[in-house]
């Protein structure tokens, strides 16, 4: 599995509105089915070379393919990932998951924006540490999972 097919599915996303095709590119790229991504190679290719992404949280913004291969390449420890959901229509498409960093785990949403040939332009990241829910609301809320 490599660039071309992640970048078909990606086109079949944004051409047909389709949310399998998209979820199905996404797996294949973190290596969710098979325990093997894409190599890095192969990632960096389904950037646009004008990739941004932006972590508003923490005021970040990383410019280009190559400061965002930089960036992972020096990451001490990749999370393991698992898709929530994925969402989305055409060209913006709305990723929910859970990074396991091993001693930490992290939910994020993702905004994805791609070009017509399904290259990503724009990935906007929001990270949450899961927390206690405030003991007021119990009456009205039910625990996930």
């Known amino acids: 599995m490599g660039e071309a097919e992640v970048l078909e599915l990606f086109r079949r996303a944004v051409t047909g509105d389709d949310a399998q095709a998209m979820r199905a590119g996404l797996e294949r790229l973190f290596g969710l089915t098979s325990g093997e991504g894409v190599s890095a ?3 960096y290719r389904v950037r646009h070379p004008d990739y941004v992404m932006e972590m508003p949280q923490s005021g970040e913004r990383i410019r280009g393919r190559d400061a965002m291969r930089a960036m992972q390449e020096a990451f001490p420890t990749p999370p393991s ?3 929530r959901r994925v969402v989305g229509a055409g060209r913006v498409w709305v990723v929910e998951g859970v ?3 091993g001693d ?20 906007t990241r929001y990270y949450a540490r899961p927390s206690e829910a405030p003991a007021w609301r119990a009456e009205w809320v039910e625990p996930l999972g």
């Open 81 to 83: 990932i698992r898709l």
């Open 104 to 123: 930490d785990v992290w939910h994020v949403v993702l905004t994805l924006e791609l070009d017509d040939d399904g290259r990503i332009v724009r990935d």
């Open 99 to 101: 990074n396991d960093y």
């Open 41 to 43: 190679e192969d990632e």
